[in-house]
């Protein structure tokens, strides 16, 4: 099982930046569709490995107390 570092990274959220900053109207219909597709499989990507996280976390405070 993997572990989480001892100090969790920063999120730095510089591909997240550049995303929400791009010039939209370069794209066409289609190319905008396929982005709210990407970005929303990139959504629950993200709420999977979250409450993967959580249920690590709850696992571990139910076995050893509260660790926040």
Same mark, same amino acid.
């Given at each position: 099982m993997f $572990? $989480?570092?001892?100090e969790p990274r920063a999120? /730095?959220?510089r591909a997240l930046g550049e995303t929400t900053h791009e010039d939209l109207e370069v794209y066409g219909v /289609? $190319?905008? $569709?396929q982005r709210i597709l990407t970005l929303q499989a990139e959504i629950e990507r993200t709420k999977a490995q979250l409450a993967k996280k959580k249920a690590g976390r709850d696992a571990a405070n139910a076995l050893f107390g509260r660790l926040d």
């Open positions: $572990e $989480e570092p001892a999120f /730095s959220g /289609s $190319e905008l $569709e």
